[in-house]
């Protein structure tokens, strides 16, 4: 199962392919048929684990794309349309994508690191300095966490804004990426900084000055780590995709990360499908976050419970949790996980929906989506080759 899932990977991974870079899916849907940063960088990240040239260079035409049409104020698009000659840029929806820049970074550094190319790195240095100067201005206060809006990362129709984990870890791993070339002390102050806001204010029992101590004393950790907070107080829910980032990045002490990733691991055994929900535990009707959450949606609402963002369990996501446990030598668990990706995948003949109903195992959202093709590709070589992510 595990070959065929791989090679099935491999080929949608392909047919994703276009002169501009990696499309979201290989079918003509909504606006799927584009070059997305975020999934452009982890369609990348996988076709650098795989060795495939043909691949690596889509991944290289994605990141051609994302730094040609850069704001001139630094923000990458959020996804760059391929039909016409004349590229129609989005730099987001509702809100702008915060992450677009961080995984752009990443992309460029990821594949300098795997091409062992410090030219590379020099050839984006402007885009990627313009990246860092916005990134600073984004934090408003200049307190070292980005504040981020609401709809403003992968999650766009969910509920996280504020403070949002996912963001501060994705923008750590950024610099640390950056600076293994430029070797900055000024950067090295930066992540330390960064780390030190998280664990203070995200991290229990923490020790040092909160942004909201008020609000922060209210918070019970019982979820693991809270997945955002803003002026109006914590939320809670348990964000799968900053979890797997965080014990990826190995921040806050060994216990923490012990009780972590045993948290995650049986949060996902107890699942229909074996996989870690996105969000958990769904938002329901009667919850005081329905409000916000029933209306952050420019089309139609997803948000069901149990699908989607409000509890939904993705391929992608799952797959950084399978890395997580592998930086921590959990190689039975992450092999359990990437079992369970490939039968996810596997439905429907080899469908690759973009996410499933935890507690129905439906499929839910686009079909022949490339990143979930992208999660067993590089969990896969991570488990069974010497591939390894520049941390």
């Known amino acids: 199962m595990n070959n065929l899932a791989y090679i099935k990977s491999i080929e949608l991974l392909q047919k994703c392919s276009s002169q501009e870079g990696f499309l979201a899916s290989a079918n003509n ?13 982890i369609c990348g990240l996988a076709a650098l684990a795989s060795g495939d040239e043909f691949l690596i260079n889509t991944f290289e035409k994605t990141l051609e794309t994302l730094a040609k049409n850069q704001h001139e104020i630094g923000t990458i698009p959020s996804n760059v349309s ?11 929806g509702l809100a702008g994508r915060v992450d677009a820049v961080t995984w752009f970074i990443i992309g460029v550094c990821q594949y300098a690191f795997y091409k062992k190319s410090d030219d590379f790195v020099i050839k984006y240095q402007t885009q990627i300095e313009k990246c860092l100067s916005l990134l600073d201005a984004w934090e408003f206060n200049n307190k070292h966490l980005l504040y981020v809006p609401l709809s403003g990362n ?11 984990l996912y963001d501060q870890l994705l923008r750590v791993w950024a610099l640390k990426n950056y600076n293994n070339f430029v070797k900055s002390e000024t950067i090295t102050q930066k992540i330390h900084s960064i780390i030190n806001q998280i664990e203070t204010n995200f991290l229990p029992k923490s020790t040092g000055e909160k942004y909201h101590e008020r609000a922060y004393k209210e918070v019970l950790f019982e979820n693991g780590l809270p997945c955002s907070f803003s002026p109006s107080g914590y939320k809670t829910q348990f964000d799968a995709f900053a979890h797997a980032l965080f014990l990826l990045l190995k921040i806050g002490k060994k216990p923490l990360q012990k009780e972590l990733l045993q948290y995650a691991f049986d949060l ?9 929900p996105a969000f958990w535990p769904p938002i329901f009707e009667a919850d005081e976050d329905w409000n916000l959450l029933k209306n952050n949606c420019k ?4 948000n069901f419970p149990f699908e989607f963002h409000n509890g939904g369990s993705w391929a992608m996501v799952n797959g950084f949790f399978g890395l997580a446990l592998l930086q921590h030598n959990e190689t039975e668990k992450a092999k359990i996980i990437l079992n369970n990706i490939n039968s996810a995948n596997a439905k429907e003949k080899f469908s690759f929906y973009e996410n499933f109903n935890t507690e129905t195992a439906k499929s839910n959202g686009v079909p022949f989506c490339a990143w979930s093709a992208a999660a067993t590709v590089f969990l896969h070589q991570s488990l069974n080759t010497n591939f ?3 941390l």
């Not at 391929?82 to 987001?92: F, I, K, L, P, Q």
């Not at 089309?299 to 997803?302: I, K, L, P, Q, T």
């Open 82 to 92: 391929v039909d016409s000659t004349n590229a129609e840029v989005s730099y987001g």
């Open 299 to 302: 089309y139609e609402f997803r």
């Open 268 to 276: 996902s055994s107890k699942t229909k499908m074996g996989l870690l």
């Open 388 to 390: 390894k992510l520049l």
């Open 29 to 41: 849907i909504s606006n799927y048929k584009r070059v997305w940063a975020r999934d452009g960088v």
């Open 154 to 164: 992968w999650a766009d129709e969910y509920i996280t804004d504020g403070y949002v």
